[in-house]
């Protein structure tokens, strides 16, 4: 199960306490992604916010914005809902993830939240 994986990976087996793995295993669940995706875009989303990752390249396509992960080389799309006002991301299924918060940081996006056309949650 799980998205399909292009390129080479890595595997390692970690020892985690029940209790984060049971933390792990609900917010997958609410976010209809397995574990080892969550993982992966809770590093993702660390890495953006410590300088390890980044935005490539971006662009508008009605209502999303696909961006490219500079460490996942691979490209990330970010639907805007008009109704809720918020980026969806794709890959990582919430509103808050690396790749939403990386691409707020894009003038043109920042120009679209000025306006209220995006709202994005936890700024
Ligand atoms: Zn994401």
Same mark, same amino acid.
């Given at each position: 199960?799980?998205?399909?994986?292009?390129?080479?990976?890595?595997?390692?087996?970690? /020892?985690?306490?029940?209790? !984060?793995?049971?933390?792990?295993?609900?917010?997958?669940?609410?976010?209809?992604?397995?574990?080892?995706?969550? +993982?992966?875009?809770?590093?993702?989303?660390?890495?953006?916010?410590?300088?390890?990752?980044? !935005? !490539?390249?971006?662009?508008?396509?009605?209502?999303?914005?696909? *961006?490219?992960?500079?460490?996942?080389?691979?490209? +990330?799309?970010?639907?805007?809902? /008009?109704?809720?006002?918020?980026?969806?991301? /794709?890959?990582?299924?919430?509103?808050?993830?690396?790749? *939403?918060?990386?691409?707020?940081?894009?003038?043109?996006?920042?120009?679209?939240?000025?306006?209220?056309? !995006? +709202? +994005?949650?936890?700024?």
């Amino acid at each position: 199960m799980g998205r399909k994986t292009i390129g080479r990976i890595e595997r390692w087996t970690i /020892s985690l306490k029940p209790e !984060i793995d049971r933390l792990l295993e609900k917010v997958a669940k609410e976010r209809g992604l397995n574990k080892t995706d969550l +993982v992966e875009s809770i590093i993702i989303e660390w890495a953006y916010n410590h300088g390890y990752n980044k !935005i !490539i390249h971006f662009n508008f396509r009605d209502n999303s914005i696909t *961006v490219w992960d500079y460490l996942l080389n691979e490209t +990330v799309d970010l639907h805007y809902d /008009s109704v809720k006002k918020t980026l969806i991301c /794709s890959r990582c299924r919430t509103t808050y993830c690396g790749h *939403v918060s990386a691409a707020i940081k894009i003038p043109e996006v920042r120009q679209k939240l000025k306006k209220g056309q !995006i +709202v +994005v949650e936890d700024l």
